[in-house]
């Protein structure tokens, strides 16, 4: 058994993907949102993707910007990779917790408000 364990490993780490990335969790803002900027920015060069979104007027692109300069730091310090030569190989945003809130309406009822969080993932390359 435990040599199965360790060949399991063995191939994990073989397997891993070493593609310099980021992540944020817990974001207040809604998937559908952050969704929408990540479309603008995929596939593009890392620093034309970092000046699409500073220009960007949508309110997620802030944590984005945020979490671009830190992949693109990561592969300079982490994997010794050029700033220049990089670009948005894979993004994507999946839904987290769903906070409940109620909306107080007329005649005693009440509405359901979900406030929604992001986990938000960029992953780099380098161009070929």
């Not at 984005?64 to 982490?78: G, P, Q, T, Y």
């Not at 670009?87 to 509405?111: C, F, H, M, Q, S």
Request: no cysteine.
């Amino acid at each position: 058994m435990a040599t199965r364990i360790r060949e399991k490993a063995e191939k994990r780490a073989k397997e891993k993907d070493n593609r310099p990335y980021a992540k944020v969790k817990y974001i207040r803002i809604s998937p559908s949102k952050v969704g929408l900027v990540l479309d603008n920015i995929r596939g593009k060069k890392a620093i034309e993707a970092l000046a699409i979104l500073e220009n960007s007027t949508q309110g997620s692109a802030e944590v984005i910007v945020k979490l671009l300069k830190s992949a693109i730091a990561n592969a300079e310090n982490n994997k010794g990779l050029n700033r220049d030569d990089l670009y948005v190989a894979e993004t994507w945003v999946g839904a987290g917790p769903t906070l409940k809130r109620i909306n107080i309406r007329a005649r005693g009822r009440a509405d359901r408000l979900l406030k929604r969080t992001s986990h938000i993932t960029i992953i780099l390359d380098v161009v070929k």
